[in-house]
């Protein structure tokens, strides 16, 4: 009847907002992570420099871009700092203060395999919570830490709120947004989110450092900021809901989702293409200082042109998947090749006005990489998996950690044993070397949807409302939200939607191979 029409039309613009939301709280939470991440750049170091009585003239060896290398989501953004160097602390301080910056990757690298299986049996939305007020615990332990120990444990305490809240943000835009355009959308927009953090962070922190005389004063509005977001999904994402967990499918153990080959692949490629970011970022600003007498303004502006590129790659990655979304790993290929050659390039500039190129150049092919082959491991799990995110982004998180936990120890060290030249061209080697081996992605887009147990029940009739809604909704994306390029919903290739037999034979455990 047209009520009912009504009705089943309301509910899905419900459905609708209700998913706007969701995205806006994801990234409001990747936002203050990232803020979180960069923020201590023009404050900690001059704080551990007053107490090791440091004089406030010297530079810092350990990051003297102005940036700092961590790990995870906000790892890869990084690059977009633009503060000037820190003072910095005497020589046998600065392996604390690389440890101090590696301490939050090190614990995401060594805590993500449990929160992605936490995360695949509980659900999305309590992981995140539980992220964000670990976030605001760190936080206020940073604003009134008085000693290294304590700064030591503010910042290993983040790497376990980014480990949940950034792992399961993630996992629940790919889960929200099954339509493959959608899912490139959303989760271009939430790297944009962390760039942005990365960009007004430091002089977000520095501004309000100055202003209010003390460290406190920056930590204590973004702690505020975390609780904000936290109470928003206690109210609107009702993450003690019983039915949201019940209604979960099992999802693959990351065990064997890292022996998947193709996830391998994608895992491999995020961590060599943040190399080059993560081993720059605390070594070339004493290179820009011995080579081409760079000031630190200079060092410390380094990255900041940065932004503007990766975010052009974003959008510019995420309109070429809407149309040919079988690329996506000629894309990533794309940017690593573009990272390889900016690398290399490096160590050739003489001026400030010829770093900018390569470094830019950087930051674009992390971009064509992270967008491109972060919806592509949703994609996997959906057509070889089941359905459950959670540890599938694990993985990609502990990606990203595994470069941002070595660039703040060993980068130093590698440029003192063998020099900043080979460093750079070794990196940029990497990339050019490992881009071939996305050319295993090329077919994915031909492989056949797994028949989990979550594609089963979206294949039953409707029963109620609710179920009404979901399935009028995947009809109607089914119709007008294909792909273009001959491919229908995930990038099937449409004949094989006609098989019925070999996709009722299907199941989570087949083998490709």
Not at 335 to 358: K, T
Not at 473 to 482: D, I, P, V, Y
Request: glycine share 8%; proline share 6%.
């Amino acid at each position: 009847s047209a009520l009912a029409r009504l009705a089943l039309g309301s509910a899905l613009q419900e459905t609708r907002r209700q998913r706007r939301l969701l995205l806006a709280i994801v990234c409001v939470a990747l936002l203050l992570d990232n803020m979180l991440y960069m923020v201590i750049v023009p404050i900690i170091p001059n704080y551990l420099a007053a107490m090791g009585g440091a004089s406030a003239g010297q530079s810092l060896a350990v990051n003297g871009s102005g940036g700092e290398a961590g790990g995870g989501w906000a790892g890869n953004a990084s690059k977009i700092a633009g503060m000037p160097p820190p003072p910095v602390l005497p020589d046998n301080q600065d392996l604390k203060v690389g440890v101090l910056f590696a301490s939050k990757a090190i614990l995401q690298l060594l805590v993500n395999p449990f929160t992605g299986t936490f995360i695949d049996r509980v659900g999305y939305v309590l992981p995140l919570l539980i992220g964000l007020l670990v976030m605001f615990l760190s936080t206020l332990i940073f604003a009134f830490a008085e000693n290294y120990s304590t700064l030591f444990v503010a910042r290993s305490l983040q790497g376990l709120g980014s480990a949940f809240a950034d792992t399961s943000g993630v996992a629940l835009i790919a889960d929200k947004y099954p339509e493959e355009q959608e899912r490139n959308r959303a989760l271009g927009l939430a790297l944009a989110f962390i760039s942005f953090g990365s960009l007004v962070a430091p002089p977000f922190g520095g501004i309000l450092y100055h202003i209010g005389r003390q460290k406190a004063a920056p930590f204590l509005v973004l702690a505020s900021m975390s609780l904000l977001d936290a109470l928003l999904v206690l109210v609107a994402l009702k993450p003690f809901a019983r039915q949201a967990r019940e209604n979960m499918p099992v999802g693959t153990p990351i065990h064997r989702l890292m022996a998947d080959p193709y996830i391998a692949v994608v895992a491999g490629a995020l961590t060599t293409c943040n190399v080059p970011l993560a081993f720059l970022e605390p070594t070339i600003g004493t290179w820009m200082k011995t080579t081409m007498k760079a000031n630190e303004w200079e060092r410390g502006l380094a990255w900041l042109p940065a932004f503007f590129p990766h975010i052009l790659g974003v959008f510019l990655t995420v309109k070429l998947a809407d149309k040919y979304p079988h690329l996506q790993w000629f894309y990533g290929a794309l940017g690593m090749v573009v990272i390889g050659a900016s690398s290399c390039v490096v160590p050739a500039c003489r001026n400030f006005g010829q770093l900018m190129a390569p470094l830019c150049g950087i930051c674009f092919g992390i971009a064509l990489v992270d967008t491109a082959l972060l919806p592509t491991l949703a994609f996997l799990v959906d057509v070889r998996h089941v359905s459950v995110y959670g540890s599938v982004y694990a993985i990609a998180d502990i990606s990203y950690s595994v470069a941002y936990a070595l660039g703040p120890i060993v980068a130093g060290e590698i440029v003192h044993s063998f020099g900043f030249t080979q460093l750079s061209l070794g990196m940029g080697l990497a990339n050019v070397l490992y881009s071939p081996v996305l050319l295993a992605l090329k077919n994915i887009c031909q492989m056949k949807p797994s028949h989990s147990e979550r594609n089963v029940l979206l294949d039953e009739e409707p029963k109620g409302l609710y179920d009404t809604i979901k399935m009028e909704e995947r009809k109607a994306k089914g119709r007008n939200c294909h792909p273009v390029g001959g491919f229908e919903e995930n990038s099937v290739d449409p004949h094989q939607r006609d098989s019925k037999g070999a996709l009722e034979d299907d199941s989570s455990d087949y083998d490709y191979t």
